[in-house]
């Protein structure tokens, strides 16, 4: 019976629609895969807390859906000097209670952030560079860096303003090692409370239940003007299959990432899905120091790794259309380069390498492992889509040109953990660019390791090229965007010719949703309310 | 499992009536034995269809049309093909592929050969272990009987799937390290087991007699008290591999089994269980299939064992 009306109800909803208001419903409910875990925007820096929060919270800039950096409570910046930025401050912002928005609330909010009780992820990183703020006048503000900071207006916009005068903290005084007059910080879980969660976005909070659901409201204070939705829900829904039965069931309007393998059963059933390219790359390290890394044998006490050969040998035995056809189900795009094309640093013309076998094998025999060696492809098997079955593709494809590969996939705790005591000589994993520039993958990848510095923190593959350092370091602290453009262009290229990391996929980020909706997706994976829109 | 007699599996044979000493007439007596057996059609059926699925598995390499742990024959260009499709090879795939491209044929006995070789092999040396234990502490009485008991109540307080999940996070993936997490869980069914049947023949006359023939310890136990609690022993130890298995196969369902490139029929179930609802049934549905023959082949056999080798019951 239900089959037979359907198609009448969707005829039905536009038309009633088209006679009655623009917005097809006021509320509107999104099933997400992981819930935030606090509703504190200083807390953990995690992709569920940093979509979460930019309903509420607003920075001095925001990053669009390629992630290029685009005005939000500042209007405009320009670097004064070598290590100033001048920014504009947005007028006539008020926060959703009503007090109005001023450089105060900017000083106070970056006193904050490194003093944040507990947080398992700190914002640090995004602040460090700052070594003073002025305010010349009310709609100025003024930074100091330690170094030349090129990244300053990409950092902040992973900065959520606070409100303030909320916190009792109006007289602040800005301090490299600490501010005065701040007051006492409110901790993590007051944010819960929706008169303490006051920020100028969109939206302002209703209540968070945790395990549940998360209720938002129109902020009628915003300064942006309308606001589609007058009420949104987020609920939380882990299990892929549950969250595409709500939406099928019609319990919620959006969900994230559903299955590969569900796409057509939601598309017969009328609902609409959306893929965007995401920042996220899936790659293969291998450890290419001096000694034969774990996992690895029949190589007569040599590691095969430290030979670029061998690498791209690696790299040329793999099918990475066949992968992203077969396991992907089509939904991925085959990399060569750590971001994809059109990001910053990215090149148009870096084709991923193309599958070559004999080429592989030839390869491996000039490195003098004619016969292959064995070894152990590490992987987790809950974090990236369909990670386990990738990294079982591309053991058969190396077992093909006789790298006799065997997979122990584990979930993602033990895996990360693991990889961080070095058990591991080969593994794949991802890399999602939160700042969606090249220095980022390249800086925390193939940089030669160094914890003090803060370069190749996840370069746990020992891998070290000075003249790569060098390119790096110096785009670190070019501010010219151009300039720094084609530094970090040329410094992806080295990279990748040196396959000091072996890029295999870019992952698609699906949404599911319902047929009278439109979704704009985002490289950075977020699902924004903001982002969604009731279809014409 | 009940261990209340049926009225339709009492046999009204008169023999293999009060067990003791076995050796006396033990060829007559396993004679009986196999003859009882034999009586109950589900039991042979089980029986032939054991038979037959552990020669198939173990025999596996040498008919099997694909070598599925063999990373190098697989193309993932094979892979989801329905029942009856053709692989790149030339070969038909009677039975579909699987999502690395493994011929579900080939998968299937490979897989049964690893869930039968942890079932089997798992229960062998929790019986040897638990049934050590249970004998010792009939034996050995007072507190070293409450020391080794507590602790068997301890173990049996935990639910086994529980255990075996938090020992094989900690050990990590493997074959050995699966039978070592199921011997872990199992041995104390056969420590209980075995000792219940070893305190009542421990005071019957024979006991008593090789006692008073000043007999070491050893021999006493090993020799007189030992066989004597075999047949409850074998019992529980054969309905046991069917839990074994069916604990291991939950246990790769889960995701801390065998190694992914070797899967059992449990892991293949779990490759194959999140395209149920797209229409590719075969992954998961012909090794759970054989799973459950598996499983239903042993359980007869095991009860009718039971019913064979309880005297309660044959009276």
Known sequence: ???????????????????????????????????????????????????????????LTQSDENQLTQPSLAVSWEPTGDTTWEFKLREGVTFSNGTPFTATDVIYSICRVPRVEGSPSSFTSFTRDIAGIEVPDETTIVFTTRAPSPLLPTNLASVAILSAEAFGGENVVFGADGCENAGTYPASTDFADPSVAVGTGPYKLVSFNPGDRITLTRNENYWGGDVEWENVILRGIPNPGARVAALLAEDVDVIETPPIQDFDQIRSRGFKIEQGLSNRVIYLHVDSGEAVPPGVSGTDG?????????????????????????????????????????????????????????????????????????????????RYINDERVAQAVAQMLARIGIRTSV?????????????????????????????????????????????????????????????DALIAEARRTVDDDARRAILQRASKIAMDDYATIPLHFEVTPWAFKPNLSLTPRV????LAMGITAAN | MSENASPENSVTETAAAVPPPVEDKGESLLRRHIASFFESVGATIGLVVLVVLVAAAFLAPLFAPQDPYDLATLSIMDNMLPPGERLETGMVALLGTDEQGRDMVSAILYGLRVSLIVGASSVLIAAIIGASAGVFAAYAGGRIESFVMRIVDLQ?????????????????????????????VQWAYYARTVRG??????????????????????????????????????????????????????????GVGVPVTEPSLGMLIANGYRYLLSGNYWISTFPGVALVIVIVAINLVGDRLRDVLNPRLSR
Not at chain 1, 24 to 53: C, K, Q, W, Y
Not at chain 1, 448 to 455: E, I, Y
Not at chain 1, 524 to 527: A, G, V
Not at chain 2, 216 to 241: D, E, G, K, M, Y
């Open chain 1, 524 to 527: 950075d994976q977020y699902t």
């Open chain 2, 197 to 254: 049947s070893a305190l009542v023949e421990k005071r019957r006359e024979y006991i008593e007699a090789a006692r008073c023939l000043a007999l070491p310890s050893s021999r006493l136990i090993f020799r007189h008290l030992l066989p004597n609690c075999l047949p409850p022993l074998i019992v529980v130890a054969t309905v046991q591999i069917a839990n074994a298995i069916a604990l291991e196969s939950t246990l790769s369902f889960l």
């Open chain 2, 156 to 184: 049996l307080s935990f639910p086994a799937i529980l255990v075996a999940l938090i020992l094989l996070a900690v050990f990590g993936r493997g074959v050995d390290k699966v039978i070592l997490a199921l011997v872990i």
């Open chain 1, 302 to 382: 040599r590691n095969p790794f430290a030979d670029v050969r061998v690498r791209e040998a690696i790299s040329k035995a793999i099918n990475r259309e066949a992968i992203i056809d077969r396991v992907m189900g089509g939904v991925a795009v085959a990399a060569g380069e750590l971001l994809p094309w059109p990001l910053f640093g990215t090149s148009e013309d870096a084709e991923p390498d193309a599958f070559d076998p004999d080429r592989a094998r030839e390869l491996l025999a000039e490195a003098g492992f004619p016969d292959g060696f064995s070894v152990t492809l590490f992987t987790p098997n809950d």
């Open chain 1, 1 to 59: 019976m239900k089959k037979v009306f359907r198609p009448l109800v969707f005829a039905a909803v536009p038309l009633a629609l088209m006679a009655a208001t623009p917005v097809v419903a006021a509320t509107l409910t999104i099933g997400l895969a992981l819930e935030p875990t606090s509703m504190d925007p200083h807390f953990h820096n995690l992709a569920p807390n940093n979509a979460m929060r930019q309903h509420i919270f607003e920075s």
């Open chain 1, 408 to 468: 122990d996939s584990m979930t993602a705790s033990t895996f990360f953990s693991r990889r961080g005591q070095g058990d591991y000589g080969f593994w794949l994993a991802g890399w999602g660019a939160a700042s969606g520039e090249m220095a980022n993958p390249l800086l925390a990848l193939t940089a030669t390791r160094d914890t003090d510095a803060g370069t190749g923190l996840t370069n746990l593959q020992n891998y070290s090229n000075p003249e790569l």
